[in-house]
């Protein structure tokens, strides 16, 4: 289904640009998009006019294709309604399931992705329509849906439905992105390892924590940072927030040590506070490693930082040759 999912999204290679709101914005996206990629733009912060303001700026970047990222737990109807106007090529739901939104978007014209925790919920999203779904295993950096490992969910997602299904959650190179094919994915979606890319655009303290992480070094929180953001499973590296926190006995949103205390502030000035769902920025100042430094387990493969275009390649490279040569192994 590789060869589908390629021609749905009018892309070269299977590789996707994971959504990393914060992080990922126009030159990270369209540099997926022009190394051969299919890039999905986080802008389910923004009001509508600027969801087209950021399409614009993408355009301006790339010719290629691109999905938009809303938000299902956020009003989400006129943005995409600006998506549609804007005649984008695609758009990418996730944090709930919708069969409406997935109904207004095919009419719409758009190519729609809808992630998903499960095999039911994939099957609900092909039944309304969805082109393609995105399995997002527990690994995941960033808010985590679900809670099935994506060594567990793709296959089962594959077997549960007749569209291409795009494997999320771990994926950091050829070795993860041959696994994922391996176990029936048509395309693989990266988010922790494009953090490491030039392109990114966070802080340099952050930057440097995913330099030096193992796997060991990130933690799945229901409620960790929910200022902003409640009720929204996440993972992120062990910092002095977390540390603090669980040493205080893990307690509930209310009850935990300094809450509402500033740590640093915003590029625009506005205060960030502890336990606040934020991803640092290039100017972010404060107490920046106390922040929520989102982050999947693999990120433990990054060692350096290349450029985006560099990433994809030597992803896509590598796990050509191992699907290759993969019969050659026993
Ligand atoms: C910094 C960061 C921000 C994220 N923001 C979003 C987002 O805005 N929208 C979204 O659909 N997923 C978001 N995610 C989750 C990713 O889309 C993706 O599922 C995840 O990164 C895949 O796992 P990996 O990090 O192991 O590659 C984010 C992940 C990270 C690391």
């Known amino acids: 289904m590789t060869k589908d999912l390629l021609e749905i999204l009018g892309a070269q290679k299977p590789i996707l640009s994971a959504p990393m709101a ?20 986080p802008l389910w912060t923004k009001s509508p006019t600027d969801v087209v303001s950021g399409i614009e700026d993408l355009r301006a970047l790339t010719n290629q294709n691109f999905a938009v990222n809303l938000n299902l737990s956020f ?56 082109d393609i779904v995105v399995a997002q295993g527990w690994e ?20 549960a439905v007749d569209i291409p299904v795009v494997a999320a959650g771990g994926i950091a190179d050829g070795r993860s992105m041959a696994a994922a094919m391996m176990l029936g994915a048509s395309g693989v979606w990266v988010g922790t390892r494009l953090l490491a890319s030039e392109e990114a655009t966070i802080h ?20 960790l940072y929910d200022v902003d953001w409640p009720d929204a499973p996440h993972r992120a590296l062990i910092n002095s927030t977390s540390r603090v926190w669980q040493e205080a006995g893990s307690s509930a949103p209310g009850k ?38 989102w982050a999947g387990q693999s990120v433990a493969q990054i060692r350096e930082i290349s450029s985006t275009a560099q990433i994809i390649e030597e992803i896509y490279q590598e796990a050509k040759k191992l699907l290759k040569h993969g019969s050659s192994i026993l």
């Not at 924590?209 to 070094?217: G, N, P």
């Open 22 to 41: 914060g992080a990922a914005g126009p030159k990270l996206i369209a540099a997926v998009c022009n190394a051969g990629g299919y890039g999905v733009t």
């Open 75 to 130: 009003p989400y109807e006129d943005q995409l309604e600006a998506c549609i106007d804007q005649g984008v090529h695609g758009v990418s739901l996730f944090w709930g399931m919708e069969p409406k939104a997935i109904e207004r978007a095919k009419a719409g014209g758009l190519v729609v992705l809808v992630s998903v925790g499960c095999a039911a919920e994939a099957k609900v999203a092909a039944d309304a329509g969805a």
């Open 140 to 159: 995941a950096g960033g808010h985590v849906w679900g809670q099935v490992s994506t060594i567990a969910l793709v296959p089962a997602v594959v077997d």
């Open 204 to 223: 340099e303290t952050y930057r440097a924590r995913l330099l030096d992480a193992s796997e060991a070094d990130t933690q799945w929180s229901h409620d």
């Open 256 to 293: 935990r040590p300094n809450e509402n205390q500033v740590i640093g502030h915003r590029p625009t000035g506005e205060p960030v506070v502890r336990y606040q769902s934020y991803t640092p920025l290039p100017e972010t100042s404060g107490e920046v490693e106390a922040m929520s430094l």
